[in-house]
């Protein structure tokens, strides 16, 4: 330490010498919050919370006033002194620096809010705050829109005599006709005739109907077996709610996928290839005598075939993840799904 | 010393015209000093004996400015949209990119450079960073660029991922599903990851805007800021000489401790811990 040669910091520092205003006080932001209140009272519910915003900015302004004028009315002024940090300190005390009038400055502890502190610390706070309440909202729409509000759309297939009996077609079909070619999806349908109901034991309709989305990574799965022209009937064309709804027999010896190659039997079981689980399948209603498409679900496998087959059934899954076995656990939450 | 002649008219002239050509910058460098930065980050002392394989990360750098360049042009003429246009049938996006290769004006060429450019700007990511392993420029004090490099790569490719949906055909949709479901599988947060991409539960026309809004705004700008960075630790740390360099190697070993080591042309100056320079 050289008192001698005062450095440009000591010299910055007798500037703070001079007589102080009253520290910072929160007493007005209090205030301010009352007014806000007031004034948004005012919108929503003028007698309940108008009246609390009152009282709000009443108390803080008593407590603002009696702050201001402490000095008039003679009650003894606790100034915070103002001091830059002093490269100096020891033991948690600043030593007072003896500047040009020998006033020496009072000993402030390091851990002092000085008007500096408090304007950093309320600078950095605000700016965190706005941060927040940008980042907050355009997060949320950057994210959620993706999981929130996913609707199921029903695909009506048309009339139930388009097919006969144990046999299969090709279905092709638009979920979504709004959405137009992109939401063009194929099934593989067999009317199995009819089952009996598993609680009821009443017989009720039974198709199988499989998704061509492949279970490796959600390439579109082709049938293996002629289809409409060499097995000499026609394709059907029907137009419904959804568009244009084609169905083309077929006698299919499984499935194979373009792609990488899987290979399923004709009930949608893996039977080669990357695919991790059998081929997805459409639940399904009868709805005046029309077959109508709802959600999807995924299948481990299935044991049998058409009406009397047991499908190991799971809550939909996306293509490449495994539904049982200790694989599954990789997928422990799936977002929401219509 | 000579008594000094008279200067000529052409001297004349040609210090007025000198005067006339330094106004502007000279103009700008007292207000800004960016002549003196350009200067700065151009005109770098470098080892005597780097070749031409040191020009690889320049290179990269110019790949990704011709792609951003007909980016930016590429997308005044690219309509985003999955919607059929009812006028043809087919979807308004595939129309727009056909209407640019093969309607407009040198529009073949400029998607051209843009679809080729990528390829080229990723193969020479891996060169240089390939440069980088073998010259061992990746070590103390450079492992944080290395870290960046990587981290450019990663955004390239992603700039790639979602670049190859924006033509919107069978080729397109097909390699992004294939490629979101892959993403699908990873553990635990895959699926999620899969859904956000997707925009909803399928591709659709929303899948279609948020890979373009990805592919031309959010990547693009992280490189950007990636690039930044990437260029401010060369200039900090300046070039590495070959490992077979024997200029670098006689150097060795440095009485100074800093880290202008075999190889660091420019010393960093000590910075005394709060001290002022």
Sequence with gaps: MEPEQPSPDTEQESLHTEPHLPPPTLWPIGFAIGIVVVLVGLIINPELISSIGGVIAIVFGFLWARDATAELRGEPLVIEPERRETREAGEGMTAPPADQQGVALPVVPDTAVTRSRFLEGATLGLGGVIGGVITVPVAGFALLPSFLSQKQHKVDLGPLDAFPLGEWFVATFTVDPAQGEVSRRTAFIRNNGTAPDPKTKKPVPSFTIISNRCAHLGCPVQANGPTGAILGKKTVTEH????????????????????????????????????????????????????????????????????????????????GEHVDGPEQWLYPLQPPHH | MAVRRKPTKAELRRQKMEELVMYPVDWLEERSGLIGGVRYFLFRNVPADINWMQTLGSAALTAFLVQAITGVILAMYYTPSAATDPATGKPVAWESIVNITDHLFMGWLVRGMHRWGASVFIILMFLHMGRVFLFGAYKYPRELNWIIGVLILVMGMMEGFTGYLLPWDQTAYWA??????????????????????????EIGGETLTRFYSLHMLVIPGAIIALITLHLYL????????????????????????????????????????????
């Excluded at chain 1, 399923?264 to 079981?269: K, L, P």
């Excluded at chain 2, 900090?236 to 009485?255: H, I, Q, Y």
């Design chain 2, 234 to 277: 060369v200039i900090r740390l300046g070039v590495t000489s070959p490992p077979w360099s024997k200029d670098a190697a006689g150097r060795e070993p440095v009485e100074d401790e800093s880290p202008a080591r075999a190889g660091l042309t420019r010393p960093v100056p000590h910075a005394e811990p709060g001290g002022r320079q």
């Design chain 1, 240 to 319: 419904t709610k959804n568009g244009k709804v084609k169905l083309d027999p077929v006698v299919p010896a499984g499935y194979g996928c373009p792609c990488h190659g899987g290979q399923y039997d004709v009930e949608g079981n893996r039977t080669a290839g990357p695919p991790v689980r059998a081929l997805d399948r459409y639940s399904f209603e009868i709805d005046n005598g029309r077959l109508i498409l709802l959600s999807t679900y995924s299948v481990s496998h299935v044991v049998g075939t058409g009406a009397d087959a047991k499908i190991y059934k799971y809550k939909q899954a996306g293509p």
């Design chain 2, 176 to 201: 992004t599903v294939v490629g979101i479901n892959l993403n699908g599988t990873a553990p635990f947060l895959g699926p999620w990851l899969a859904q956000f991409l997707r925009g909803g539960q």
